[in-house]
DNA sequence: GTCTATAGACGGATAGAC
DNA sequence: GTCTATCCGTCTATAGAC
């Protein structure tokens, strides 16, 4: 009879990565000593070398709880919305919406990080550490490829350089208003319970990607390439 | 006979910044001891305590050796700007360049931090460490002002919260493309030599920020306040 | 102003009992 | 799987000689 099943949800694995996830977001990794860690998720010091095997492995397995399911959301919500469309191009917009879409309704989804985790990801990015931004590369990979294809496919006559800067950009913005959170009261006195409505951010985000992305061909003043 | 003037260029409180930059840069503050880094200044482990009292004091004179020039001369180019246009409100475009412009020449200015600099910068909006974060933002807070104020006179008819946003976004995807230096090549081969050409990131800066704050006003779902 | 030496706290990791 | 106890390295900061 194994009851297994029956057990609580709160597995000590499980603990350890919930009280990292929250650390990490609020201190960065150095700062967060393993004894803090530890006595945060209800554990022994010990355990986390024993289930992880040490704090770096720890870092990555936080990472991939969230990160490994929510690209591969993205390129299954792009091969499902291309399917639909007969094999035709998707607009520019839906495009944005899909990868915009799964970082912000993360953002409410307590079950899965939310916006702690999402917080935590968008500062990652720019992690000084090489290795660890070197891991937050590996595990989007597969999704960049697959979105930079769809947007070459919905843009067929923007010049391949100047898509993948507008790309960079558009990551970018992502990336710094997920990370972001004293910034909007920093220019002005912005309403804060709007702060982290992911439906009302989602448009305007959306809005603003949209036209960066198709923005006019800047003149070629020195330009090499732009033709 | 004061010979001072002679004496090489180098002080050892100048030659403690130029260090931490560096090395803060590459390694993040937690992970730059002060054993590293007075080593790499040529500087003996005490000095950092003379010179600056502590770490944390070491931190806020490495940014404010840059950031309050820079943040000067964007104020006084605004105001130049708009004293040559008699008091109209300045093009969109003029002061994102004024603003954009100030980082993206420090790049090719190595004898002010240059790009080292501009990157650590990058990456510091979103620290962890909230003491950072709000220094960062103190540094920042009145060309923040400035340019808000430029821009609402600029642009009268844009709803003032939808504004704010829009230079939240336009602040980040600065301050992302000026921290980021992996996820560029991530998504596709982009040719390295034209990765820091100042001039033509601007000019494509420019053309991406300029159409994302002048984005048509998103359709009001439950949008409550954007008439 | 610069140096040596060291205080005093904290870091990650592990051995070995249970 | 979990725990205690501990190793051993590193950290910032300072005292005090020069």
Not at 46 to 67: C, M, P, Q, T, W
Not at 188 to 198: F, I, L, N, S, V
Not at 199 to 218: N, V
Request: net charge positive; glycine share 6%; charged share 25%.
């Amino acid at each position: 009879m194994n009851l297994r099943a029956i057990k609580p949800p709160h597995e000590t694995r499980t603990r350890i990565l919930d009280a990292a996830e929250e650390l990490f977001m609020q201190h960065g990794f150095e700062s967060t000593s393993m004894r803090l860690l530890t006595a945060k998720a209800d554990a022994n010091l010990a355990a986390v070398n024993y289930h992880f095997g040490s704090k770096d492995a720890l870092i990555e397995a936080v990472f991939r709880r969230r990160l490994d399911p929510m690209n591969a959301g993205r390129i299954a919500e792009l091969d499902r919305q291309e399917k639909d469309a007969g094999g035709r191009a998707l607009a520019p917009e839906a495009i944005i919406r899909a990868f915009v879409g799964a970082s912000l309704r993360m953002i409410e989804d307590s079950k899965n990080g939310g916006r702690n985790f999402i917080r935590l990801l968008g500062r990652t990015y720019t992690d000084p550490q090489k290795h660890i931004r070197s891991l937050i590369g590996q595990l989007y990979a597969p999704a960049m490829e697959r979105f930079k294809s769809a947007f070459e496919r919905a843009l067929p006559q923007m010049p391949r350089d100047e898509l993948v800067w507008r790309i960079h950009f558009m990551f970018g913005t992502l990336a710094y208003t997920l990370a972001a959170t004293d910034t909007v009261q920093l220019i002005a006195g912005c309403k804060p319970e709007d702060r982290y409505d992911a439906r009302l951010l989602e448009a305007r985000l959306t809005a603003f990607l949209q036209a960066g992305l198709l923005a006019p061909l800047h003149d070629a003043g020195d330009v090499k390439k732009a033709a």
